[in-house]
Nanobody, 128 residues
Framework: QVQLVESGGGLVQAGGSLRLSCAASGGTFSRYAMGWFRQVPGKQRELVTG???????KYADSVKGRFTISRDNAKNMVNLQMNSLKPEDTAVYYC??????????????????????WGQGTQVTVSS
């Protein structure tokens, strides 16, 4: 039903920037809370950032001040601007959507199980 397609990953040197995009189709994008997760081999997938239907945001401590999530409901897009990249940011980044009805437009899901749809992932590699 809902399809998510990430783009923008690649190889960048430490200190550089990348902008990831996630295009959604097949649903009502404005009603979905959105999140970005990342995963490296041998480690759990972790929430990088999330944005509620109302536009409130949450960031992992490791990326605060460096990453910015935004959504454009008119374009059915969510973006992740990544600045001052570090080697430890290297991971596969996944876009996810939560279609669940919530009581507040400020709610941001934080667990993998709360998200219903996932993109295919895009590789981000940061070299030293």
């Amino acid at each position: 039903q809902v399809q998510l397609v990430e783009s923008g990953g690649g190889l960048v040197q430490a200190g550089g920037s990348l902008r990831l995009s996630c295009a959604a189709s097949g649903g009502t994008f404005s009603r979905y809370a959105m999140g970005w997760f990342r995963q490296v081999p041998g480690k759990q997938r972790e929430l990088v950032t999330g944005i509620s239907t109302g536009g409130t945001t949450k960031y992992a401590d490791s990326v605060k001040g460096r990453f910015t999530i935004s959504r454009d409901n008119a374009k059915n897009m969510v973006n992740l601007q990544m600045n001052s990249l570090k080697p430890e940011d290297t991971a596969v980044y996944y876009c996810a959507a939560d279609r669940s009805l919530t009581l507040t437009r400020l709610y941001i899901p934080t667990r993998e199980s709360e998200y219903d749809y996932w993109g295919q992932g895009t590789q981000v590699t940061v070299s030293s």
